[in-house]
């Protein structure tokens, strides 16, 4: 099935513009239509036990022109163009509207911030991945034009590996080159390559040729992937998103903290 919806949060920064040109690209790649959604929560937000009052009133206010200037960024940045466009607007946490409207979406754009933005402004790619029932594309930090030409699937035979690979399929459908990569155990490298070829054939009858690989974990899973990744030029990585529990990967750390905190880097995850 293609990405016929692309759905994004739309926050009115010193960002928004370099964000809005690569919303516009990506929707162009893959045909999409381009849902903006504008949402930020009032917040801090009492002046009386429940949160109303005058100091709530204004800042509501606040919150509304903040979302009418991103409606209006929006608006301009495609007005005219080649490009079908909607906008939507909550007052909410971003979080929460995005879930909230994921259900007329086939593919979320997230963007990467501070580890401390403020959740009431912006929507973290991770609870994105968690929250929303979509996959998500992650763009890098720096303003980068999306390719999506070789693409580095991490693979390995979980159920969020194997979502991610069903997830991806119209990006994959339109790359160039795609390797199946698994890093693993030198115990496990026999399984590996089973499971790699299981999941070629797979893609096979889709019509996408693909490379396997099986590398040993050497260093960090996380570190090898990323290796890999750049010794293909790979420019969009594809990976199933918290094998373990949400909690685990916050305390431990993890491929797909990993992978979100990687600036450079085009990430789709799936969970």
């Known amino acids: 099935m293609p ?46 036990a ?41 007052v909410a946490y971003p979080i929460a509207a995005m879930a909230r409207r994921a259900a007329a979406a086939d593919l ?18 991770d609870a994105l991945v968690m929250e929303t029932g979509a996959p998500v594309l992650v763009a890098p930090t720096r303003e980068t034009p999306f390719k999506g030409e070789t693409v580095l699937v ?8 194997r979502r991610a690979v069903s997830a ?13 990569a698994a890093v693993c155990a030198p115990d496990d490298l026999d399984d590996a390559r089973q499971d790699l070829a299981d999941a070629a054939a797979r893609l096979a009858r889709h019509g996408i ?10 260093e ?8 890999l990744a750049d010794q293909s030029g790979a420019d969009l990585v594809v990976a199933g998103a918290y094998g373990h529990s949400r909690l685990r990967e916050w305390v431990l750390g993890g491929v797909t903290r990993d992978l979100i905190a990687d600036a450079d880097r085009w990430v789709l995850l799936s969970h």
Do not use: M
């Not at 100091?55 to 301009?76: K, M, Y």
């Not at 991490?154 to 590996?161: D, M, S």
């Not at 991806?168 to 199946?180: E, G, K, N, S, T």
């Open 50 to 90: 429940d949160g109303g009052g005058a100091v709530f009133a204004r800042i509501v206010r606040a919150v509304d022109a903040e979302i009418a200037a991103a409606r209006t960024a929006f608006q301009a940045a495609f007005a005219g163009g080649d490009l079908e466009t909607e906008w939507r607007a909550h």
């Open 168 to 180: 991806a399929l119209p990006a994959l459908a339109r790359a160039r080159r795609v390797i199946l």
């Open 209 to 218: 040729a693909t490379e396997i690989l099986a590398e040993p974990v050497l």
């Open 154 to 161: 991490a693979w390995k035979n979980t159920r969020e590996a």
């Open 108 to 125: 979320i754009l997230a963007w990467r911030g501070p580890a401390d933005a403020d959740p009431s402004i912006h929507a973290s790619p």
């Open 220 to 227: 960090s899973a996380s570190h090898t992937l990323s290796r």
């Open 3 to 48: 990405f016929k919806t692309l759905l994004t949060h739309v926050v009115a920064d010193d960002a928004c513009g370099a964000r809005l040109r690569t919303s516009g690209g990506v929707a162009r790649s893959f045909g999409s239509r381009l849902v903006g959604l504008g949402a930020q929560a009032p917040w801090p937000y009492a002046d009386d």
